[in-house]
């Protein structure tokens, strides 16, 4: 369950605030969110996933009232429960792909079998680079790998920026049925920020900011 009432934001140099559209996600349910560029999409990830806190209003996850944690519960609560995929891969350069996702999971602190892993970067079309540096890596398998670190600690919410503006239309049709995939397969809201139409068959729910 994810859930946002009367969210609204406000940069020190801005006049009026940023004033976002109520969210109420069942379980299971995912969500697309378009809009222009300008109109707040990457202010409601960040609100979303805790990195800024709405001037009003309040976010539930999962029944948790996250704008009320304390910086520290809400620095374990994201770690734990949501995972970020951004445009391009955050990945740590000096880490390979494999002490990468470890280190995901050790920040997060969580555990997770080395089964689940390794059913992880077959899914993703990553197993046979796992040891692989990531300077080693295509752009294809960045994208994968950003997929791999937003999901492999199983987090409750998944929430892309972006996901698919740079890429082609086979790899825009790779990427988004990854991460449908992965969000149905670790039972998280999948939300999507984007300009990008082409995603709209993927989802049933959507907003326009
Ligand atoms: N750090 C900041 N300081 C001041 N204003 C900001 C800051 N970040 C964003 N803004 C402003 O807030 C508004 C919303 O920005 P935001 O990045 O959320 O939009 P967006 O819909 O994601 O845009 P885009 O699609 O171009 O990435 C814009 O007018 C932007 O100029």
């Known amino acids: 369950m994810l859930r946002t009432e009367n969210l609204t934001f406000k940069y020190t140099q801005q006049l009026e605030a940023l004033r976002f559209p109520d969210i109420n996600l069942k379980t299971h349910e995912n969500l697309l969110i378009l809009g222009e560029s300008g109109v707040g999409k990457t202010t409601l990830l960040h609100l979303l996933s805790g990195l800024l806190k709405p001037v009003t209003g309040k976010i539930f996850i999962q029944g948790v009232p996250i704008n009320t944690l304390t910086q520290r519960k809400l620095d374990a609560f994201r770690g734990q429960e949501v995972g970020l995929v ?59 790998l950003a997929i791999a670190l937003a999901v492999v600690h199983k987090p409750k919410v998944i929430l892309a920026d972006e996901p698919t503006s740079s890429l082609d239309d086979n790899n825009c049709k790779i990427v988004m049925e990854l991460l449908v995939k992965q969000a149905k397969q670790t039972h998280a809201h999948l939300i999507v920020i984007t300009h990008d139409h082409r995603v709209k068959p993927f989802f049933k729910n959507a907003i326009t900011l």
């Open 86 to 144: 951004f445009q391009k891969s955050y990945a740590i350069k000096t880490l390979n792909v494999i002490e990468n996702l470890s280190a995901r999971l050790f920040f997060s602190k969580t555990t997770v079998n080395i089964e689940d892993i390794n059913n992880l970067l077959n899914q993703l079309g990553l197993k046979d680079c796992k040891n692989n540096n990531i300077n080693e890596l295509s752009e294809g398998q960045l994208q994968r």
